[in-house]
């Protein structure tokens, strides 16, 4: 699918370097928040997610990276008026803080 239009942004939170590339498609926002420089963990949030359900393209076991995957999936999902959101996530720091900051990000370069 031919993509319509992105936007990229980088900034510190907490002291860390960290970007954020959204990319919107058809019929789904594509969304990388990296720390690493990486696509990392693929999460897929669809407007039809039960509270307690992500699709999990791949997560690793650490209970911190489902809890930070989930509030920014649902999060972009919900500014994007519902849309199907595919997560590219690769954090140092996901405490509560960082995500705020990283929220605030994500909506200086939202495409939808």
């Known amino acids: ?17 960290t970007e954020v590339v959204c990319t ?11 720390q690493y ?11 039809d997610s039960r509270s307690n359900d992500i699709n999990e393209v791949w997560l690793d076991e650490i209970p911190m990276t489902h809890v930070c995957a989930k509030n920014l999936g649902m999060f ?25 900051q990283i929220k605030e990000i994500i909506k200086s370069c939202q495409v939808w």
């Not at 994007?80 to 705020?100: E, M, Q």
Request: aromatic share 6%; charged share 15%; proline share 5%.
């Open 24 to 34: 919107e498609f058809s019929n789904y926002i594509f969304v990388v928040l990296t």
């Open 76 to 100: 972009v999902s919900q500014e994007a008026g519902s849309r199907p959101v595919l997560l590219g996530l690769a954090l140092k720091d996901s405490s509560i803080d960082a995500v705020k």
């Open 1 to 17: 699918l031919a993509s319509q239009q992105h936007q990229f942004s980088q900034k510190e939170v907490n002291g860390i370097p």
């Open 37 to 47: 420089g990486k696509i990392g963990t693929l999460i897929s949030v669809t407007p």
